[in-house]
């Protein structure tokens, strides 16, 4: 069975720290696939970043970065110098190959507000 | 590229009644997925659709819930009988499975049924 955990509900933070938003998950599939999804107000679910689970390489985009650790099963999201429009919650989401596609497993959800 | 649209974007209807919502994907796209989310969850998996045909169903998707996708383009999700447990968002979203092997899905901006 898939899980993912985010055990943190919400968050505040002043516009321009840094936050860390924690994202742990539960797989025995040894292919899968990561991913952060944003979702405004608006609530329409916003594609972040991605990562297979070949590929533990760090990287940063723009004012996002994330650490994936398989040895914790973790696949952390950073937003340095967070602004106002960061405020949304943000979904951490799992996949993998079956007959039924690649069908995601989201969390919980993450509120981040960003104050001035 | 247009996004994934979907319509209406907001509906509400008495226990009872049937309903229909309409997705269409993101052009070129030949996979389609319908996610429920209520307040305060992250979106669940209903159904998916490769093409034309519907290859898995949730066990959420009871039996007064039927999905389409005619022509592998738009597809519908029917709700009869409505209860007031199914008010809740539902999203649609659409993926490209080759050659991006993630099989990353891009989201509509859902459509928030209320059953009173």
């Known amino acids: 069975a898939q899980k993912v955990t985010q055990a943190q509900t919400e968050i505040s933070v002043v516009e321009k720290e840094d936050v860390t938003l924690d994202c742990v998950y539960e797989?025995?599939?040894?292919?899968?696939?990561l991913f952060w999804y944003k979702q405004p107000p608006s609530g329409e679910l916003v594609f972040l970043i991605r990562?297979?689970?070949?590929?533990?390489q760090n990287e940063i985009s723009g004012r996002y970065s994330w650490n994936f650790q398989k040895s914790t099963s973790s696949f952390n999201f950073t937003i340095t110098a967070s602004q106002v429009v960061d405020s949304a919650v943000y979904f951490c989401a799992l996949s993998y190959e079956t007959g039924g596609g690649n069908k995601l497993t989201f969390g919980t959800g993450t509120q981040l507000k960003v104050e001035l | 590229d247009t996004g994934v649209s979907q319509d209406p974007r907001h509906k509400i209807t008495k226990r009872g009644q049937n309903v229909t919502f309409r997705c269409d994907p993101i052009?070129?796209?030949?996979?389609l997925y319908w996610y429920r989310q209520t307040l305060g969850q992250g979106p669940e998996f209903l159904t998916y659709f490769q093409n034309e045909a519907q290859l898995e169903k949730s066990r959420l998707l009871s039996d007064r819930f039927s999905a389409e996708r005619p022509k592998g383009s738009f597809s519908t999700l029917e709700i009869q009988r409505t209860e007031q447990g199914d008010s809740a968002m539902y999203l649609c979203a659409s993926s490209l499975k080759d050659p991006d092997p993630t099989d990353t899905q891009y989201f509509g901006p859902g459509t928030r049924l209320t059953v009173l």
């Open positions: 052009s070129e796209h030949n996979r």
């Open positions: 797989t025995r599939d040894t292919t899968y696939y």
């Open positions: 990562r297979n689970s070949f590929d533990e």
